[in-house]
T-cell receptor
Framework: AQSVTQLGSHVSVSEGALVLLRCNYS??????LFWYVQYPNQGLQLLLKYTTGATLVKGINGFEAEFKKSETSFHLTKPSAHMSDAAEYFCAVTKETSGSRLTFGEGTQLTVNP | DAGVIQSPRHEVTEMGQEVTLRCKPI?????LFWYRQTMMRGLELLIY????????DSGMPEDRFSAKMPNASFSTLKIQPSEPRDSAVYFC????????????FGNGTRLTVT
């Protein structure tokens, strides 16, 4: 079975500072990995995804994530936080081989301080 | 494209009453997912459909929950009878090719059972 662990349910950064949200996954087969963002009172939106190929993936709003197989990690970063980045972020995994069961992590609430 | 449309946005009902949540997926998307979000359990997949056929309903909590997709443009999630522990935000999402492609979420239905 696949699973996702997000380290830190709450992360607080200053505007302009580096954003680092951590995600580790467990999967017995090559995974598809995703980061989704949820703004208040809205559904989730895709930030970026990793399927195969280049391990550094760029997404919307200046975010990027790097797939590190040896560390089973898929951490999300942004060089400079903006106030509008305040939201909840979810890492998710599904198996390459079959099925459509997307497993979400517990989420990380990002606060950006002025 | 109007996106995934869910109704109602908010539902308040008394324990024992029947509740019906509705979803209109994005046209052309062959997969439809129902998720439940709570503080305690995070995001849980309840059921998903492929081409209007239920594929995996292992996440449906119990027989009080049922979901249907009579055609490609409409799905319902019904709870009968409702209980206070069913209070949550219920999301519908659709995608063109399963969980390996981006899921497009609706804005959710916030259900409160008193």
């Amino acid at each position: 079975a696949q699973s996702v662990t997000q380290l830190g349910s709450h992360v607080s950064v200053s505007e302009g500072a580096l954003v680092l949200l951590r995600c580790n996954y467990s999967s017995s087969v090559p995974p598809y990995l995703f980061w989704y963002v949820q703004y208040p009172n809205q559904g989730l939106q895709l930030l970026l995804k990793y399927t195969t190929g280049a391990t550094l993936v760029k997404g919307i709003n200046g975010f990027e994530a790097e797939f590190k197989k040896s560390e089973t990690s898929f951490h999300l970063t942004k060089p400079s936080a903006h106030m509008s980045d305040a939201a909840e972020y979810f890492c998710a995994v599904t198996k390459e081989t079959s099925g459509s069961r997307l497993t979400f992590g517990e989420g990380t609430q990002l606060t950006v301080n002025p | 494209d109007a996106g995934v449309i869910q109704s109602p946005r908010h539902e308040v009902t008394e324990m024992g009453q029947e509740v019906t949540l509705r979803c209109k997926p994005i046209s052309g998307h062959d997969y439809l997912f129902w998720y439940r979000q709570t503080m305690m359990r995070g995001l849980e997949l309840l059921i998903y459909f492929n081409n209007n056929v239920p594929i995996d309903d292992s996440g449906m909590p119990e027989d009080r929950f049922s979901a249907k997709m009579p055609n490609a443009s409409f799905s319902t999630l019904k709870i009968q009878p409702s209980e206070p522990r069913d209070s949550a935000v219920y999301f519908c999402a659709s995608s063109p090719s399963g969980a390996r492609s981006p899921l497009h979420f609706g804005n959710g239905t916030r259900l409160t059972v008193t």
